[in-house]
């Protein structure tokens, strides 16, 4: 009898020599390779040097005896069937035997050699048979990881393009808004910083940066000349400059981001009061990611200065930010922000986070 690679080994364990004798000539015959062993412990080590197919397992030995042999044998190699061959047999040990792991059972002296091989042969087969069965879902479970681990690559590097997108449009609209050049950028590592601290999850975080990058992208479909008209605005023109929030949203809705970014940047200029633009929302129904971009992006715009105007400075953005606390801007957001200054976790001078 034949597995698939090779003659199938046969390990018998019996402490009467006769017996195994007998077996092994039978076995041999027939094209088994046999192994025998008197003892469970000379089992075990055989066991742990040789590939062996299947076992026929004594029950009454001195020393280990057949049960004890067979818990060990079940545990340490649970594939490999084990039939009992055994002279005390009573049905109350049968039931025992397959209770602990055994295959089959048979009573000896064996009367029927033939009957014996038909078992072995159906034993054999089914043990190939599992061990195909493990193979395969092994093999599924490797092609599971692999496809898993090659979809995460292609993400990673969607992102990353997406990103490179990202920074693109930022160049953009710093061409057509030279005076509010580097804003986008500081604007998205402070509101990065307060989201960081807020614990947002990463994609919020990522999704935050990348709209920050680009948050006025909507300027593009405003005038130039109005963009950089020195001195004060005119109610109307101002009108015109708000716009922006609206027209980036529609510029970004149709791309397929995994992150909301035309959502965070159209609510950008919206207030936690509802005084905000262009929908008037207000509070929680402004996502999480925009209550710290709006706070973010004054911070910016009312600290630096712009090349026809000082900034006010820090502690006067701060303070400006701390009067809004609880009307136009979100309460959370707006301590967190306080926190990294006054903690000095971020460093203005510099737009990074220490
Ligand atoms: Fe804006």
């Known amino acids: 009898m034949e597995t698939k690679n090779h003659p ?3 390990l018998v364990i019996d402490d009467e020599a006769p017996v195994r004798e ?33 076992v026929l397992l004594d029950l009454r030995m001195p020393e280990m005896d057949g049960l004890q042999v067979l818990r060990v044998l079940h545990s340490v190699f649970p594939q490999t069937p084990v039939i009992i061959v055994s002279g005390a047999g009573s049905l109350q040990d049968a039931i025992q035997c397959l209770r602990f792991g055994a295959w089959d059972y048979i009573t000896k002296p064996v009367q029927d050699m033939g009957l014996l091989q038909h078992r072995m042969e159906k034993a054999l087969e089914r043990s190939n048979l599992q061990k195909q069965n493990d193979q395969y879902q092994h093999h599924l479970e490797e092609l599971v990881k692999e496809k898993s681990s090659a979809i995460v690559n292609e993400n990673e590097i969607l992102k990353d393009a997406l990103g490179d997108t990202i920074r693109v449009i930022d160049r953009l609209v710093e061409r057509k808004d030279p005076y509010t050049a580097g804003h986008q950028k500081r604007v998205a590592v402070l509101a990065d910083a307060i989201s960081a601290y807020m614990n947002l999850n990463q994609n919020q975080r990522e999704g935050l940066f990348l709209a920050a990058t680009i948050h006025d992208l909507g300027k593009v479909t405003v005038p130039s000349a109005l963009l950089v008209k020195p001195g004060k605005l005119t109610e109307p023109e101002f009108g015109v400059i708000k716009q922006h929030a ?22 950008h200029h919206e207030r936690a009061d509802g005084t905000g633009y262009p929908l008037g929302i207000k509070g929680s129904e402004m996502l999480i990611e925009s209550r710290i971009l709006a706070i973010a992006d004054v911070v910016e715009a009312m600290s630096s200065n712009r090349p026809y105007r000082f900034g006010r400075g820090i502690e006067a953005t701060l303070a400006e930010i701390q009067r809004g606390i609880g009307s136009i801007y979100d309460p959370d957001a707006a301590a967190a922000c306080l926190q990294l200054f006054e903690k000095k976790q971020f460093l203005f001078e510099e737009w990074r986070l220490v």
């Open 22 to 54: 007998s077996l092994r000539d039978y076995l041999e015959d027939r094209s088994f390779t046999v192994l025998e062993a008197e003892s469970g412990r000379q089992a075990l080590d055989l066991m742990n040097k040789e590939a062996v197919d299947l």
């Open 8 to 10: 199938a080994t046969i």
């Open 246 to 267: 609206a027209a980036g949203f529609d510029i970004l809705k149709e791309a397929r981001f995994p992150w909301p970014i035309a959502t965070i940047v159209q609510q």
